[in-house]
């Protein structure tokens, strides 16, 4: 990974401590611990729905520091005394797209509502500025029923700029995604 890996400390609106890092290659265990919880909750405000083996997961795992390296991708996770209980991924797109980069962000149960998720994507962002060259754009999607995401992410900068009707469905029922969009050239 080029230069120092980053590590930033923490201190959540109820006094838990969290380091947010950058990822390391021995991390899939933790990843797949920390994720599959979260794909099995109902409206979970994640496209996965289906849990991930730890082969899967050290192979997205190995993609994504590949990414890291070649700085298309910025990523950090949130770990509380040795568990990873979040992370935020920022990916260049490619080709003509290569003006924005695409920006998700997914926090255990148990790290939410304490504005770890804001300083997060708020660190993600800045790495990410700081490493990608020439970006105008962050981009990213939620689902309607997601409020307290969208908040944060209105919170942010971001704007809505379109929906995709009945685009998710969870269980028999649909529900719309909202593409949003934060302009880094007004800010």
């Known amino acids: 990974m080029p230069g120092t890996m980053v590590r930033i400390a923490f201190e959540a609106q109820d006094g838990a401590r969290v380091i947010f890092r950058e990822p390391r290659t021995n991390d899939a265990a933790a ?13 979970s405000g994640i496209l996965m729905d289906k849990r991930f083996t730890l082969k899967q997961e050290k192979a997205w795992l190995a993609g994504v520091l590949k990414e890291i390296r070649q700085r298309r991708a910025v990523m950090l996770l949130v770990e509380s005394e040795g568990e990873i209980i979040g992370n935020c991924h920022a990916m260049r797109r490619p080709m003509k797209h290569s003006h924005r980069v695409s920006i998700g962000i997914v926090l255990a149960k148990k790290a939410r509502g304490k504005g770890i998720g804001e300083a997060l994507m708020r ?45 998710v469905r969870e269980g028999s029922s649909y529900f719309d995604e909202l593409l949003m969009t934060l302009d880094l050239k007004k800010r």
């Open 31 to 43: 990843l797949m611990s920390f994720i599959n919880p979260v794909i099995q909750e109902q409206m």
């Open 123 to 167: 660190a993600t962002l800045e790495l990410t500025g700081k490493r990608m060259k020439g970006l105008e754009s962050v981009d990213l999607s939620t689902f309607e029923y997601n409020r307290r995401a969208q908040t944060l992410y209105k919170k942010l900068g971001f704007v809505e700029v379109a929906r995709i009707t009945r685009a």
